[in-house]
Structure formats: C-alpha cells, structure tokens
C-alpha cells in the first residue's frame, strides 16, 4: 500500500546529541514536510520541500537540518542547538509543490530526552 | 496569535450531524481553509478545503460564510468512528497554520 513510513515510533536523546529521524513515501509526491506537536498543540512546520535538492525553512527551523537527496526520502536531523526537542515529529506529503492539495501524514515518531 | 480558533471541545450523539464551528477573522483573499483530523499518537488526516464555496466530499461538507471570516465542518451523521480532534487550518501562502483543534466525543 502506498503511504509515509516514519521511523522510528520512538526516540530518545541524550544531551548534546544529534538524532535523525527518518520518513519514507511511495507516493510519488513531489512535495514533502516536517512538523512539530507538543502537547495539546497544533502542528507547527519546521522545514518543507517541493522539490529534491531544495527546501525551505518552515515557522520554527532553528536547532534543525533536513536533506532531499531523493525524492522518496526526508531526513530531519534535531541538533544539539535544538534547546527543547522532546515533542511528536510528524513527516507529511503531497503532490505538487502547493500546499493546497491535501498532506498525507505519517504515524509519527515520539523524540524524548534521557 | 493563533490564526484559528475553535472550541476546545464538542460533543455529539451517534448518528447525529455535528457542526463544528472554527473563526479565522485574519484570513486575507487567497488563504484557503483547510480541515483535518487527528487520533491520538497518530498523524492527521485530511477531510475536506476550500477557498470560497461550500465543498462537499464522502467525509464532509464545509461552509464558509460569505465574508469568509468564519467557516464550518459538518458530519452528516457521526459516528464512533469520527470521535477525534479536529483541526482548521488557515494556508497562507506556503504555510499551514494550525490551531488548538476541538475534540471530538461521540457518544452511542
């Protein structure tokens, strides 16, 4: 079936480590994107991407990288300079490059601090 | 600010419709409006946008007022299924903007 794997479910994070999350599509969609939830929250974007080799910082960038090297493929990397980094990362897509067509999501990936 | 804003909370009886209200008295000519909703530990799922006209889809149909400073989500009929947290979500330009969310409780 076509969709978004992110893995993994569940991460956590020692102090001064970079971690990378991992998010997957077989949808062929052009376009693909990470958020941020933390509790009671809405989503709030941190970086997008409509096309490979080509993103864009989304509301809250700082303290994170992300890479488009294929167009299946979205890495988001938290940094150390990431201050605040336990949340739920949601990796999303659609087709196009328009944020008017509807975002398929993944199930997410649970980031925690030891 | 919030871009959005809906009720932290509704409830609804099953097989009941469900009118769930959100206002977004910023949004500018070519903001589109956009709902989805979200189940607990799992990533959201879109229902239904629109930009000025009513739309309509299996899941549901939006309402959008004339002055576009509002706009509803209505469940023709709920069911258990549909008890979730519903997001309205302003796009401005490459942007979606989500509020709190109103949840959802369904009862049988």
């Known amino acids: 079936d076509g969709g978004i794997t992110q893995s993994p479910k569940y991460l956590f994070r020692k102090e001064g480590q970079n971690v990378t999350l991992s998010c997957e599509q077989n949808?062929?969609?052009?376009?693909m994107y990470w958020y941020r939830q933390d509790p009671g929250q809405g989503l709030r974007l941190i970086y997008y991407?409509?096309?490979?080799?080509?993103?864009q910082k989304g509301d809250i960038a700082e303290g994170y990288s992300v890479s488009r090297e294929k167009k299946e493929s979205f890495p988001l990397t938290v940094t150390s300079a990431q201050k605040n980094p336990t949340a739920f990362y949601l990796c999303?897509?659609?087709?196009?490059?328009?944020?008017?067509?509807?975002?398929?999501f993944g199930d997410g990936t649970r980031l925690s601090i030891l | 600010d919030a871009k959005t804003t809906q009720p932290n909370s509704m409830e609804s009886n099953e097989e009941e419709p469900v009118h769930l209200p959100c206002n977004h008295s910023t949004i500018s000519g070519t903001d589109y409006i956009h709902w989805y909703r979200q189940l607990p530990s799992q990533g959201p799922e879109y229902v239904i946008h629109?930009?000025?006209s009513n739309v309509n889809n299996r899941m549901a149909s939006l309402a959008i007022a004339e002055d576009r400073k509002s706009s509803t989500l209505i469940l023709h009929r709920a069911t258990l299924r549909d008890a979730a947290v519903y997001y309205c979500?302003?796009?401005?330009?490459?942007?979606?903007?989500f509020g709190t969310g109103t949840s959802l409780t369904v009862i049988p």
């Open positions: 949808l062929n969609h052009d376009a």
């Open positions: 999303a897509s659609s087709t196009g490059g328009s944020f008017n067509q509807p975002q398929h």
């Open positions: 991407s409509q096309i490979v080799n080509d993103f």
């Open positions: 629109g930009l000025t």
């Open positions: 979500i302003l796009q401005t330009g490459n942007q979606f903007y």
